[in-house]
């Protein structure tokens, strides 16, 4: 279920390996600001033979960031990784990628519903999935839940947040850096800017829900005066960014109770939805869909060892995530959204 890139790389690669495999796609993402294929995960793609290129991709050459100081930071990519990352758009990716699983033999479903619901886990339990007018009834082996992090169709697991945190946007012009993610912390959060092919881009702004304004003229003034306090952004800003058109989504990290439970696994966004400060979405969402397909592979019927990188990488992801916003904590020591995160582990 799902047709992110978590989930069609599980498709892919067992239709490969002979399983049969039915992948349930869902609705069309919503539109989003793009986000960033990182070297690490390009290379995840090339190993296992999906192309990961599409047309509106965006070559990003690098992080350029003001984050514990004003004073503005380059991280390379192509030194560190040997490559540029990408900046790509999650709609034209997920349609780029769900190609090569039809080709591996996966039977690609969509729009599509899978119900009911409360009997995805269990073992024996005939499942339907609906395409408008048509339904397919299956009692699949195993169920895949790729639908993201907002999702999680498993009653029996429970899913724990960890902040509030909201990403926002809105259109942004900027006159130079447009081969770069541009990144910087403010009082109440943090700002970035993804690469470009020209000079219109989007700015993002990632705070804690309850830290904006409910009021549309008292939040965009909020957004405008934060915007004001930055130090490199307003430095390459074309002009004044508007923030009469705000877009929002949920960015909140969460941990599950478990990511296995009788024939149900969760993988990509579902099993770890990390604080994107990371930049290693689409990365973490590969590795955990490489490592559970690795454990099916295996023949043994188990999936501990997906369970142990799970656990293994959550903890890891969330011990970095704490000592970065503890470098950002220096900076505005007395702002509650960072005061927040000095507690975190």
Partial sequence: MGGGPAGTLVATVLARSGV?????????PNVRPREILGPAARRLLAKEGMAEWEEQAVPCRGVLSAWASAEPEFHDYELTGCTAGLAVSRGSLHAALAGQAIQSGARVLEPAMVKPRQDLARAGAPIEISTGAESTWVVPRTVVDAT???????????????????????PFERERHQDCLLLESSSAGWWYVPPSAGRHTDLVCLTDLDLV?????????????????????PGI?????????????????????????????????????????????????????????????????????????????????????????????????????????????
Avoid at 20 to 28: F, L, R, T
Avoid at 213 to 233: G, K, M, S, V, Y
Wanted: hydrophobic share 40%.
């Fill in 20 to 28: 049969d495999v039915i992948q349930a796609v869902g609705a069309s």
């Fill in 148 to 170: 993201g992090r907002q999702n999680q169709a498993n009653a029996a697991v429970t899913r724990t947040h960890l902040d509030r945190l909201m990403a926002f946007w809105t």
């Fill in 213 to 233: 304004p409910t009021e549309t003229a008292e939040r965009q003034e909020w957004f405008a005066a934060q915007f004001a306090t930055c130090t490199l952004l």
């Fill in 237 to 345: 800003a074309a002009a004044n960014p508007s923030f009469a058109s705000l877009h929002g989504t949920d960015a909140r990290s969460s941990t599950l109770s478990s990511v296995t439970h009788d024939r149900w696994v969760a993988v990509g966004d579902t099993a770890l939805a990390l604080d994107p400060l990371s930049g290693k979405g689409a990365y973490l969402a590969l590795s955990g869909a490489n490592a559970f397909c690795s454990a099916l592979r295996a023949g043994d019927g188990s999936t501990a060892a997906y369970e142990s990188w799970w656990r293994r990488t959550s903890d890891q992801e969330l011990a970095a995530r704490a000592a970065v916003y503890s470098d950002g904590y220096k900076r505005f020591p007395g702002a509650p959204f960072w005061q927040r995160r000095t507690a975190m582990k």
